[in-house]
């Protein structure tokens, strides 16, 4: 079993941005594809980045251009650098598997206000 911890979120700006972690447990994160979710308030969870072990990455179109996730196996860590967000990017952010879940963690909240 992975265990994964979020960590990083706040309140900033519209224009602003914002640098999350996940740390996780356990050697298999090396051998996952990883993802970042975020569940905005009376929404469903969704897929925003994607990374496969050996870092090629998958977006969402929405946020294109703007996060960008990457990975260092070494240290079992996920990071998701979000620039210009947007009120819109408001939600809890999570990480997971893609083609294999563990249990969801507590995820990171991401207010954006003016």
């Known amino acids: 079993q992975v265990q994964l911890v979020e960590s990083g979120g706040g309140l900033v700006q519209p224009g602003g941005s914002l640098s999350l972690s996940c740390a996780a447990s356990g050697s298999i994160f090396s051998f996952r594809i990883m993802g970042w979710y975020r569940q905005a308030p009376g929404k469903q969870r969704e897929l925003v980045a994607s990374?496969?072990?050996?870092?090629?990455?998958n977006y969402v179109d929405s946020v294109k251009g703007r996060f960008t996730i990457s990975r260092d196996n070494a240290k079992k860590t996920l990071y998701l650098q979000m620039n210009s967000l947007k009120a819109e990017d408001t939600a809890v952010y999570f990480c997971n598997g893609i083609t294999q879940q563990w249990t969801w963690g507590q995820g990171t909240q991401v207010t954006v206000s003016s």
């Open positions: 990374i496969a072990p050996a870092g090629s990455t």
